[in-house]
């Protein structure tokens, strides 16, 4: 099963999809560093534990996001988990809790 955000707007009939992870990405090459790094939450996103996010965990997500993406700034064999990790914030940044829900899994 693949890994993705999903957003759900409260009041409108709108659902936007931000891809993670296929079935063997995450595991094959996320968790690897999230271990490395010692984060918490993001480990989380294959496991069905934020199928929905709770808007005061958002800080610790993009803190562990920014981590990660710190990380693999010059590892071309990730270069692809940063590409997700940059539209992971962007979809954060440009959406507001207050009119979003938000699940990962």
Same mark, same amino acid.
């Given at each position: ?9 409260? /009041?409108?009939?709108e659902v936007?999809? @931000? !891809?993670?992870?296929?079935?063997h990405?995450?595991? $094959? ?7 490395r790094?010692?984060?918490?939450l993001?480990?989380m996103? /294959?496991?069905g534990?934020?199928?929905? @996010? !709770? ?6 997500i993009? $803190? ?10 010059n ?11 940059d539209?992971i ?8 809790? $207050? ?7």
């Amino acid at each position: 099963m693949s890994v993705s955000l999903m957003l759900h707007h409260r /009041s409108r009939n709108e659902v936007r999809e @931000v !891809p993670i992870a296929t079935e063997h990405g995450f595991p $094959d090459g996320w968790l690897p560093v999230c271990q490395r790094l010692g984060l918490y939450l993001v480990p989380m996103f /294959s496991g069905g534990a934020l199928t929905t @996010v !709770p808007a005061n965990l958002l800080p610790t997500i993009t $803190d562990e996001l920014t981590l990660m993406r710190s990380a693999l700034n010059n590892d071309r064999d990730r270069a692809w988990i940063v590409e997700q990790i940059d539209a992971i914030l962007a979809a954060f940044r440009e959406t507001s809790p $207050d009119e979003w829900e938000y699940s990962i899994g």
